[in-house]
């Protein structure tokens, strides 16, 4: 769906000089945040094509002062860098820079060089694209979600499918528990995902933890992790179709009880899982590594 109508004059009037009272030292011109309604609300809609959305609707769900940040980095105003690279994030306040370090230590254990390239790589991207076929990160937020956590996201995204590119062998299949978070998802349904899921993280065993993180955290295929705990590839694939089986079951029908109605949830789970994987504490490097320690086992580049 392309809405090809201008935003309403009356609506920009309000949202340009909120913008201006709550960011005076952010200045962009009216005719700078009319042209950025109009691109950021075609965004929307082409990752949504089959939504009916009107300006009242996109302006309701709009994040204002993250979309004139964004468009004011677009625009390359130092005062809105300043901005960005002050924002704090989630619960534990920290800024923003701070937030992307510590998934690049998950990303990249024991790998300092490598933590802080990927993150000044990040950097480099925001208002280049990486290929001439894409658009640079900044111009692809659309307003409709907080921003600090959206480019969150997109870091943690970028960089595990970049983890798969270069290591094909080693690569999590389609159908396993990683696979990228979707751009939006209604914030009622990522709570309750996070909830049922932790809950079914909670009940897991030692062993099955290990699986989780030997395949996730390591991307071990099952052929190298039934070389490393010394059993046959059909018992690591037997464990790996169970876990997952009551991965989808547990989640599953929390999510339905609460009245989930939306098609694929299978999918929705698969989706979501990664971002919650991240976070596990018990799927930190450090915590596999003393699972390994328990069975003799020591990984190449632990020592």
Request: charged share 20%; hydrophobic share 40%; proline share 6%.
């Amino acid at each position: 769906m392309v809405n090809t109508e201008p935003p309403p004059h009356d609506r920009t009037f309000v949202l340009y000089h909120y913008c201006r009272m709550q960011l005076p030292a952010l200045q962009l011109s009216m005719d700078q945040c009319t042209y950025h309604l109009q691109r950021t609300l075609q965004l929307y809609l082409a990752k949504n094509p089959h939504e009916v959305v009107t300006w009242p609707t996109y302006f309701d769900s709009l994040y204002v002062l993250d979309w004139y940040i964004c468009n004011g980095c677009i625009e390359n105003n130092n005062r809105a860098w300043e901005i960005l690279f002050a924002t704090r994030t989630g619960r534990s306040d920290t800024l923003l820079v701070d937030a992307l370090r510590a998934r690049a230590i998950r990303l990249y254990p024991r790998d300092e060089e490598r933590q802080e390239g990927v993150i000044q790589e990040f950097w480099t991207h925001l208002l280049v694209a990486n290929n001439p076929n894409s658009l640079p990160i900044m111009a692809r937020y659309d307003g409709q979600r907080p921003l600090a956590p959206w480019l969150i996201r997109v870091f943690q995204n970028w960089h595990v499918s970049q983890m798969r590119s270069h290591h094909p062998t080693a690569a999590l299949p389609d159908d396993d528990l990683a696979l990228p978070i979707p751009q939006t998802q209604d914030d009622r349904w990522h709570d309750a995902f996070c909830s049922a899921a932790r809950d079914w993280l909670n009940s897991l065993s030692d062993a099955e933890i290990l699986l989780l993180g030997l395949r996730w955290r390591y991307r071990f295929s099952q052929r190298q992790i039934a070389q490393q705990l010394k059993v046959h590839e059909g018992t690591i694939s037997r464990h790996t179709d169970a876990l997952r089986d009551r991965c989808y079951q547990v989640i599953g029908q929390r999510l339905t009880s609460q009245g989930w109605t939306g098609d694929e949830l299978e999918t929705f789970i698969l989706t979501e899982m990664q971002s919650l994987l991240m976070d596990e504490p018990r799927l930190a490097a450090d915590q596999l590594t003393l699972l390994l320690a328990k069975k003799g086992i020591e990984l190449p580049g632990e020592a």
